[in-house]
């Protein structure tokens, strides 16, 4: 690669040529305030205009997060005139803001409010007309409040370039411009998926996940037997609410914690991810045998569920029939475990804690519910967790360890922990359909064919004489790849695995903001790696657990012997399965 | 899109495939069908989608960031009243008043009867003969408030004898 030489604040350095000024500094210990910049571009490149900078060369200031360095190109960041131009940005970006910052979620985590720390940005310095704003809260996943936008377009690229969706697009010119799903619908009538990975990279509060938290304080308050379970990716990402470094693996202090918050149980939804591995395995080697519908695809991400049924209904039977794991716990909790304890089932209250925006409504699906009471009734972000952490005065850094309870549910084996990455349930699945195939267990329980983070991973397993054809895909943009060729006739994998985020739970849209500007501490490429970190604690989980796949579970096994009696049984099918339907993308 | 008419999804597709070895063939899509129909829909926008690839919030934005682009049906005669500078300085706004005051419509609005739609424009490139309007192409140049009411009066009239 070219060098260059410039200067920055007079100071000499020889850099790539064709590197932004804002990456530059960077690259050289310089630090420029900068908001709609974000993990390389991700946004619609120069609009906030809070990096600008002196530039030797340039006519005026520039945007330094798209203006080019060159030889011999001084820049200055410290000048009256530059930090004048950078607070004045801010400060009219805050008159058209809704200042309500006290009681806005994203508090604390606003970028907004962090570059206007910075550069001294008076709040009131304009005043005059506002854009005319929408408030979107009908989906029970996402709230898009268009008083806080900033127009800086990071999620119109996010939801472009995970899933190639493009549900969000700029609309109207000018100063009624707004960010918005076609016609400024709601998120509800529009074919968007609700993974909430805008929300993860919107730097305000415009977009929010719906909280529930005062759904679970009722439920606390009318005296119901308030449960809760935790999904896998959760404790690997926690800790980061409390500045722990990312990749920090906090299974025990979220245990202790849960049970200071008065939840009567404390469980692992990874149970049911055992019981999911159950059930989809059978289904598969049913499928397999029988000549039914392959490949057969994972159903346990509902961001992917909904994405197959706005834009595959012709796909839908090829998607497994299970119940995503905490929809199937909470179907188990309300009936084996209230039979077996002597609780009404109505008296019962089931939380989850997901790493995931896509849930809440997931959740709120008629057909996910047994005997007219919904599996689940309510669903926290890992983010809402620690927000219920700190506001009851636990000092959760400090919290000693604690066990999941598991009287007679609970107990999880290391298949379950690792649904939460991608590849995950694939690796899961396939160490007990190697089992059930050949009588015997696998040499190596690690797959590390479908590890990692390549868009689409293929593996082949010869058990038993089958040889069982494998993809994994994260992000809807690499999942339609693997769709058009089923779709054409031309898939020949007997096994898909496809969640919806990229990367998979860890990085959900419910998952703690990863922004560098507020991590110090993390290396300059944390927006690379931070899924991988966070992987690696599940792997590590997996690792220690001296059983590691489903079928070993003896909590299941017992489950399967007193209550469902085999792996998709009637009684199963009952608790454990659901049907999927083909929607309008804007009805 | 379940409700376009097969001859529209067909003419519709046929203006897409136009444009298919463009590199960025969005706004000549859209154009054509501006003119073909007078107007883009939801349902239409949702076909360029399949077509293009391109996302139906993307196709939404570009319609509605251009006037020339336009969402619901316009009228059969199209007013448009330049408000550039020099018509404006010349008194465009209150020939726009008087149209708006006679047909009953605002500007962008288009009449109950579908007759008419009213488009305030910016500037037209025809500063010389300010104000300028121009009724389904044909200029009207140097208007004068006072001539409005003829002006409707003689479509009106023209309408009635078809």
């Known amino acids: 690669m070219a060098k260059v030489n410039i200067k920055i604040e007079g100071i000499p350095f020889e850099v790539e040529a064709g590197m932004t000024i804002l990456d530059a500094a960077k690259s050289c210990g310089f630090e420029i305030p900068s908001l709609c910049a974000f993990n390389n571009g991700e946004c619609s490149k120069g609009s906030c205009r809070v990096c600008l900078v002196e530039a030797t060369g340039a006519r005026g200031l520039v945007a330094s997060c798209v203006y080019p360095v060159s030889e011999g190109m001084e820049i200055t960041i410290s000048s009256p005139k530059a930090t004048a131009a950078r607070r004045s940005s801010v400060e009219l970006l805050l008159s058209n803001h809704n200042k309500n910052c006290q009681q806005c979620d994203k508090n604390g985590k606003c970028e907004l409010l962090h570059v206007a720390k910075i550069t001294g940005a008076r709040d009131d310095m304009y005043q005059g007309e506002q854009t005319p704003t929408t408030l979107d809260r009908l989906t029970p996943s996402i709230v898009r409040d268009t008083s806080k936008c900033i127009l800086c377009g990071r999620c119109v690229a996010r939801c472009k370039n995970a899933h190639g ?388 579970n003896p909590q299941i096994i017992k489950l399967y012997e007193d209550y469902l009696e085999e792996p998709n049984s009637h009684k199963a099918h009952e608790l454990l399965h659901t049907h999927y339907t083909a929607r309008e993308k804007f009805n | 899109m379940a409700h376009l008419q097969e001859a529209a999804v067909k003419k519709i597709t046929e203006i897409c495939d136009r444009y298919a070895n463009d590199k960025t063939p969005l706004m000549m899509i859209l154009s054509d069908i501006q003119k073909e129909y007078g107007y883009i829909p939801l349902e239409v926008q949702e076909l360029v989608s399949v077509k293009t690839g391109i996302s139906v919030a993307e196709i939404y934005g570009v319609v509605t960031f251009y006037s020339f682009f336009s969402l619901t049906p316009k009228g059969k005669y199209v007013i448009g009243v330049c408000l550039g500078t020099a018509c404006y300085v010349k008194g465009a706004q209150q020939i726009v008043d008087k149209f708006s005051e006679i047909i009953g419509i605002k500007a962008g609005e288009t009449s109950a009867d579908g007759l008419f739609t009213l488009d305030a424009l910016r500037c037209i490139g025809a500063c010389g003969i300010a104000p300028a309007v121009t009724i389904n192409g044909k200029v009207y140049p140097k208007l004068t408030v006072d001539a409005v009411p003829k002006i409707v009066e003689e479509y009106k009239a023209m309408e009635a004898q078809q």
Not at chain 1, 423 to 435: K, P
């Open chain 1, 165 to 552: 969706l493009g549900i969000l697009g700029f609309e109207k010119r000018g100063f009624n411009t707004i960010v918005a799903p076609a016609e400024n619908r709601s998120f509800a009538n529009s074919p968007c998926i609700l993974c909430g990975q805008c929300v993860s990279v919107c730097p305000t509060g415009a977009l929010m996940e719906v909280s529930e938290i005062d759904k679970v304080d009722e439920a606390m308050k009318a005296g119901k037997y308030v449960v809760v379970q935790t999904a896998p990716a959760v404790r690997a990402a926690l800790g980061e609410e409390f500045d722990m470094p990312i990749g920090s693996l906090v299974t025990g202090k979220m245990v202790a914690a849960l049970k200071r918050l008065g939840f009567k149980k404390v469980f692992d939804t990874n149970f049911a991810a055992d019981l999911t591995i159950m059930e989809e395995a059978t289904e598969l080697l049913g499928r397999i045998k029988d000549g039914g519908k392959l490949p057969m695809i994972t159903s346990c991400s509902p961001g992917w569920v909904n994405y197959a049924e706005y834009n595959y209904g012709d796909l839908l039977p090829h998607l497994s029939s299970c119940k995503s794991p905490h929809e199937m716990f909470g179907a188990i909790l309300k009936s084996y475990y209230c039979e077996k304890n002597g609780i009404d089932p109505k008296d019962m209250f089931v939380v989850s804690i997901m790493p995931c925006t896509a849930k809440k409504s997931e959740k709120a699906r008629p057909e996910l519910s047994v005997n007219g009471l919904p599996d689940v009734d309510a669903v926290l972000t890992t983010r809402e967790l620690a927000k219920l952490i700190k506001r009851s005065g636990i000092n959760f850094v400090k919290l000693p360890d604690a066990e999941f309870d598991n009287d007679i549910v609970g107990d999880y084996t290391g298949a379950g922990v690792i649904f939460g990455t991608t590849g995950g349930v694939m690796e899961a699945a396939l160490r007990t359909a190697a089992f059930k195939l050949t009588g015997k267990e696998l040499d190596k329980a690690e797959l590390t064919a479908v590890r990692g983070f390549d868009g689409i991973k293929e593996a082949a397993y010869d058990l038993s004489g089958i040889t069982v054809k494998v993809a994994v895909a994260h992000g809807m943009k690499n999942a339609k790849v693997l769709l058009e060729d089923i779709r054409a006739g031309k898939s020949e994998y007997h096994f898909i695995e496809i969640m919806g985020c990229p990367g998979g739970c860890i990085a959900g849209g419910g998952q703690p903001y990863v922004r560098p500007c507020f991590l110090p501490n993390e290396d300059a490429d944390i927006l690379d790696t931070f899924k991988a970190k966070r992987a690696a604690a599940l792997y590590q989980e997996d690792a220690s657990k001296a059983l590691r796949a489903s079928h070993k």
